[in-house]
């Protein structure tokens, strides 16, 4: 494993050049896998990522285009690619994007290119995603390895929006509002993931990681 801090692009063609620069000695031998992690919001998913990428080697993680607000202290390339809607629209029309989806009224989507470049040289890749955009990926790639991060409860999860501070009653009622349905479509995850305890959830996924790439070597 390793312990240094993770890689993160800076653009949709940053990507893909810096899959073309990896060593090709040990990636060319395989494909690579494509994870696909999603929770309801509040469920800790943002810390297990991050966890992830610190501590799983060749795991890069695919930064989704959004027209969300960029949120103060978050970095453009890092965080999201921020854009516009119409630019995000001219782009999902053009077939760029392998995923799309609408969430509490902003649009995100996975580049296409990126992710292609990235597995065709070997490159696991890592995508947060809600639900929506799982199933599209699924539907067109099956063998993308889906994990879905679970909360205790409705409850904790509704605890643990208040404690953020970051969002007023309404919108954590639009969130525990959607939570519900995104659980109710966790079945089609290959993996579930009930995170009760943060080190205890990313070694479960770092487990959940090295099988899916024993079977695929």
């Known amino acids: 494993m390793n312990t240094s801090a993770p890689r993160t692009f800076q653009s949709p063609a940053e990507d893909a050049a810096f899959a073309e620069k990896e060593d ?15 929770a309801p919001s509040g469920a800790g998913k943002s810390t297990v990522v991050q966890r992830l990428l610190a501590s799983v080697d060749n795991l890069r993680f695919s930064v989704s285009t959004t027209t969300r607000p960029r ?27 392998i995923e799309w989806a609408e969430v509490h009224g902003n649009l995100y989507g996975t580049r ?67 939570a519900r349905a995104e659980i109710e479509a966790s079945s089609i995850y290959r993996y579930i993931v009930i995170n009760d305890d943060l080190d205890a959830t990313v070694g479960k996924i770092q487990e959940i990681i090295e099988i899916e790439r024993r079977r695929n070597s």
């Open 112 to 178: 296409r290119s990126t992710v292609e470049k990235t597995l065709e040289n070997g490159i696991d890749l890592l995508l947060d995603i809600d639900t929506q955009g799982c199933r599209q990926i699924l539907e067109t790639m099956p063998t993308a390895v889906s994990i879905f991060i679970m909360p205790p409860s409705l409850e904790v999860l509704e605890q643990r929006l208040r404690n953020r501070g970051t969002d007023d009653p309404e919108v954590i009622a639009t969130r525990l509002k959607n």
């Open 24 to 38: 090709a000695g040990t990636n060319a031998r395989r494909q690579g896998r494509l994870f696909i992690i999603s």
């Open 71 to 97: 949120r103060p202290g978050e970095i453009d390339g890092r965080d999201y690619h921020f854009t516009d809607r119409p630019t995000f629209e001219a782009l999902r029309a053009e077939g760029e994007f």
